[in-house]
């Protein structure tokens, strides 16, 4: 039977106090948010929180709205020991390739932090943090099961929300303050009118079909013939 997801399903420390039992001090929760845009920078965030307090409401930032995220960022930003997003910008996803840019944007975001994590917990069954850090958890569902990651989650999320709401005074026609790079068909449409943007992803495959200049194409990275 399929157990439907539930905001009332908090992440809890389960998956750290394993960590701490193997003797590892500082665990840090990895997340990435924007690999499924279109447009703008690929983040991970980096969380690393105290053992001994909580905020109320964290959850998989997907879980949560625009607003309530909002409301937590503040909040989770001063609560963790230690926190950091790193980016990878679109061109970097282009000349890269997804992968290697998300490695670089979690190599970005581990140097950031003030403290040195001696363990990484993140989501799914890809290690992207290595070596970033010297040892890594692969937890499915991570982001919402484990408290660190669900917090990384967020940071990560309004960081780059709030970046792509300012880029949309530089770029209104995509609308991109609500859409946040995102497909959808004023997104799409958008396209289809006015072309790519400066901040597109120009090797992904929107670029065939949602692209009306012939004059500008899409450019895989070395080695790749299609993204997503």
Not at 67 to 90: H, N, Y
Not at 117 to 130: K, M
Not at 172 to 178: A, E, I, L, N, Y
Request: glycine content about 6%.
């Amino acid at each position: 039977m399929r157990v439907k997801n539930s905001k009332k399903r908090a992440p809890t420390r389960a998956i750290e106090q394993e960590m701490w039992a193997r003797g590892h001090e500082l665990v840090v929760g990895v997340d990435e948010v924007g690999r499924g845009a279109w447009a703008g920078p690929l983040m991970v965030g980096a969380a690393v929180l105290p053992r001994d307090t909580r905020v109320n409401g964290v959850r998989d930032s997907k879980l949560l709205t625009e607003r309530e995220r909002e409301a937590l960022f503040d909040k989770i930003s001063t609560w963790c020991v230690s926190w950091s997003v790193g980016a990878a910008s679109q061109d970097e996803c282009d000349r890269l390739g997804m992968s290697a840019a998300q490695k670089l944007a979690t190599k970005r975001a581990i140097g950031a932090l003030s403290v040195t994590p001696d363990i990484a917990v993140t989501d799914g069954r890809w290690d992207f943090v290595s070596p970033s850090v010297a040892h890594v958890e692969l937890v499915v569902k991570a982001d919402r099961r484990c408290l660190s990651v669900a917090a990384a989650s967020i940071l990560a999320k309004v960081v780059r929300d709030r970046q792509m709401r300012a880029l949309a005074d530089s770029y209104p026609h995509w609308s991109f303050d609500t859409n946040k790079g995102y497909p959808c068909p004023v997104h799409k449409a958008a396209l289809q009118g006015y072309g790519p943007s400066a901040i597109h992803r120009r090797s992904w495959v929107f670029m065939d079909n949602y692209n009306p200049w012939t004059a500008i194409k899409r450019t895989p990275p070395a080695g790749q013939t299609a993204l997503f």
